[in-house]
């Protein structure tokens, strides 16, 4: 396969450090040096149905195409409002698209699990140009007075377009259950036969534990995704790695021996946005030149699980 389209789409209101000076014990110092951000994008007045339509048309007009030439939808969503339908529905309904579409979730993985999913839906013959977009609102998820979480996350939608190419592409999927370290439970409707307890809540997360986990799987799985397609780290031009941390980002980079500018970061005025930091990454090097025919770019990412994705594409749009 390969990615004929990029877009992306942010949020309008912008949160900067020092908004959580007025309501929480923190400071701008303390975030920018432990997590690399200076600012974040939060939903407030738009749906994220909304953002995740804009990426898409402007992923599907960056490919030359229309909506109509789509034939499959896959969206990568870990929660919005709708419980059902679909996001990928809502989107396939604001986009004016026809094909049948599927969301999935597996947390700030999801794109790159979905962006396997399409290469298998077109190496079958089944699809032609599969639309893969990846949209969050984890700020939706933290308790706001808390500062440990609240202060890392932002909001946002990414997109591309993938149709039938001879690119190289090889990639690698782990999942590990490990539900103490991340997770968010919603408590359901309740009926007249429950009787267990039944936890809601926030989003949890051990910081410290998801941290070390996520610097040692990522660099696991570039190593081996290197070996098997027996290139260099600095053959790799870009390594878009999941936004959480930029010191995961300086971590990984240490490891493999490579300079910063190989590792391009947007954590510094996107904050956290789950699965979709790394299309809103790729699309913004897309746009802004940085990317030519034949680079090779590693994508690598984990979440909540624990799940990690990691591919490398050729890009050759
Ligand atoms: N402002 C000021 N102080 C804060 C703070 C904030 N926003 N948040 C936490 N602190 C305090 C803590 O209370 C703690 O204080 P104490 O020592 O008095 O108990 C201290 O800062 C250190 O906290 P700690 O949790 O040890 O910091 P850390 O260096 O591990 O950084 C994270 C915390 C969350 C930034 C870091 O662990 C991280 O990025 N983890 C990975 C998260 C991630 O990738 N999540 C996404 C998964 S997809």
Known sequence: MRIVGTGRAHPAKIVPNS?????LDTNDEWIRERTGIT???????????????????????????????????ICSNVVNEYITPSLSCLIQGAIGASCAAVDVNAACSGFIYALDMADDRIKSGKAKNVLVVAAEEPTRMVDWSDRSM????????????????????HSRLTTTCKVDCLHYVRRLEPTPHITKDE??????????????????????DIKQLLDESGLKPSDIKYYVLHQANLRIVEAIANWLKLDMSHFPCNVNYCGNTSSASVPLL????????????????????????????????????
Not at 158 to 163: E, P, Q
């Open 39 to 73: 600012e974040r994008r939060v939903i407030s007045s738009e749906q994220l149905e909304e953002l995740a339509a804009e990426a898409s048309v402007k992923a599907i007009e960056d490919a030359g195409l229309t909506a109509k030439d789509i034939d499959y939808i």
């Open 282 to 317: 790729l699309d913004e090097l897309a746009r802004s030149g940085k990317l030519k025919r034949g680079d090779k770019i590693l994508m690598s990412a984990f979440g909540a699980g624990f799940t990690t994705g990691a591919c490398i594409v050729e890009w050759v749009k």
């Open 19 to 23: 908004e959580f000076e007025k309501f």
């Open 199 to 220: 936890p809601s809540g926030p989003m949890y997360m051990n910081g410290k534990e998801v941290f070390k986990t996520a610097v040692l799987s990522s660099s696991r």
């Open 150 to 169: 609240c202060v890392l996350f932002g909001d946002g939608a990414g997109a591309v377009v993938v149709a039938e190419g001879d690119g190289e592409y």
